[in-house]
């Protein structure tokens, strides 16, 4: 029978190197199963931002439809103010071609051009910001898809580390356990009359 002291003590130790093995591996496991749960997330983020893209993309031809029919209402109303006025001067018996009629034609056909050109660039600037956000929002896709491909590269190490852990703390523990078998034998440990029954 074997004593029960250096017994314990290496078997403590192969046990010590077996918890410490699936401890690294455990971690190892836990890692890579955050990483992908991460690179989830960031795919599911790049999608969203690619559907935002999209609707800001809509949204920029909504704005330039919006501007050009803003445009066109704004030239109707200016050839209907220079209307009301040309028939209104030519109902008082005045030469719409010259003098006041005149003026006043050429002064409201002013006022409908910069009223045109305004619903024009109003429609032309609102779109470009869309197209903008678009273009951020697919820029930002493309780094949520980045990053998950980086989350997936971690956690495929992740888990080649927790192999690696794991084997490495077994070897070590093993070794230790074998030299601390070879010293307590050396030294006569198994002989020191302390038995196992």
């Not at 074997?2 to 836990?30: D, E, H, N």
């Amino acid at each position: 029978m074997a004593p029960a002291i250096p017994v314990i003590m290496v078997a403590a130790t192969v046990i010590g190197a077996g918890v410490a093995a699936y401890s690294a591996y455990q971690s190892g496991q836990a890692q890579s199963a955050n990483a992908k749960y991460q690179s989830a997330v960031a795919l599911r983020n790049a999608e969203l931002n690619k559907q935002n893209a999209d609707f800001a993309r809509q949204n920029a031809a909504y704005a330039e439809q919006q501007g050009a029919a803003r445009e066109r209402d704004a030239a109707r109303r200016a050839r209907a103010v220079i209307g009301a006025t040309e028939a209104a001067a030519a109902g008082n018996g005045l030469d719409v071609g010259q003098g006041s009629p005149l003026d006043l034609r050429e002064g409201n056909a002013r006022i409908g051009t910069e009223n045109i050109q305004a619903a024009n660039e109003s429609g032309r600037r609102t779109a470009e910001g869309f197209r903008r956000q678009a273009f951020s929002f697919e820029n930002q896709a493309g780094s949520n898809t980045l990053q998950a491909q980086g989350y997936n590269v971690a956690g495929n190490a992740a888990a080649e580390a927790g192999y690696i852990g794991a084997g490495s703390a077994l070897v070590s523990g093993l070794a230790t356990a074998g030299g601390r078998y070879y010293d307590l034998e050396r030294t006569g440990a198994f002989n020191s009359g302390l038995q196992v029954a």
